[in-house]
């Protein structure tokens, strides 16, 4: 499985957008990109996830680049409750099971 | 719509002694797993299972047994338990595990402490 490379942390204003970049350079044409978050040590919560166009739904944006080697997640309007820890995971079959491989993630802290 | 259930949410244990941390899932997946997160890391993936009666270790599976009798239930058991066990266990479930495109829900996690 392709590895991520995450900024440990990052701060937004409330009511800006937030932008959350991730490398995975090494991604490879039948892998995808996926983005969870997870609050208070709560259970992961899945954002979105794309393979090659960019995708919207009702929380955020993912932008993926033509080589695919970078993407960024797009929180439009961030609130408070959007603090969290964001994960950006490449996941493909692998090793005849599909498992999701988590980093350290990048730290989101959203302030009034 | 109950999603995936774990119980018990905190637990605590002395060393050597054994138990079951029990995951339900309401959704017909086939595919539900167990992952293990220690105090600033990421998840660990401890066992998983492609469907009833199919079980297969995953990255750190010592210390650690499980079964899938149904589609709903995939309990995971603590056989003698150990200090170093002492984490947040997440189970988590998706329809075919065979298909990258198939979003994984996660359970609200139980604490775990060894003592």
């Known amino acids: 499985d392709a590895k991520t490379t995450q900024p440990p942390s990052m701060d937004c204003a409330e009511g800006r957008a937030a932008n959350l970049p991730c490398n995975h350079s090494?991604?490879?044409?039948?892998?995808?990109v996926y983005w969870y978050r997870q609050i208070h040590s709560q259970g992961p919560q899945y954002i979105i996830h794309?393979?090659?166009n960019n995708e919207t739904n009702e929380m955020a944006s993912l932008i993926i680049t033509e080589d695919r080697k970078s993407s960024t997640l797009i929180l439009p309007h961030a609130t408070l409750r959007d603090t969290a820890v964001y994960y950006c995971?490449?996941?493909?079959?692998?090793?005849?099971?599909?498992?999701?491989?988590f980093g350290a993630g990048t730290r989101l802290a959203v302030h009034p | 719509n109950a999603g995936v259930t774990q119980t018990p949410k905190f637990q605590v244990l002395k060393t050597g002694q054994s138990m079951t941390l029990q995951c339900a899932q309401d959704?017909?997946?086939?595919?539900m797993s167990w992952y293990r997160q220690d105090p600033g890391m990421g998840l660990r993936l401890i066992h998983y299972?492609?469907?009833?009666?199919?079980?297969d270790q995953g990255e750190v599976p010592n210390g650690y047994n499980v079964s899938r009798s149904t589609t709903e239930d995939f309990p995971l058991r603590l056989l003698s338990a150990a200090p170093s066990q002492t984490s947040v266990y997440f189970c988590?479930?998706?329809?075919?595990?065979?298909?990258?495109?198939?979003?994984?829900?996660f359970g609200e996690g139980s604490w775990l402490t060894v003592v």
């Open positions: 959704m017909n997946h086939e595919y």
């Open positions: 995971i490449v996941r493909g079959f692998s090793g005849g099971y599909n498992k999701l491989i």
């Open positions: 988590a479930s998706s329809y075919d595990g065979d298909r990258a495109g198939n979003t994984i829900y």
């Open positions: 794309g393979l090659k």
């Open positions: 299972s492609v469907g009833a009666g199919i079980t």
């Open positions: 090494t991604i490879s044409g039948n892998e995808y």
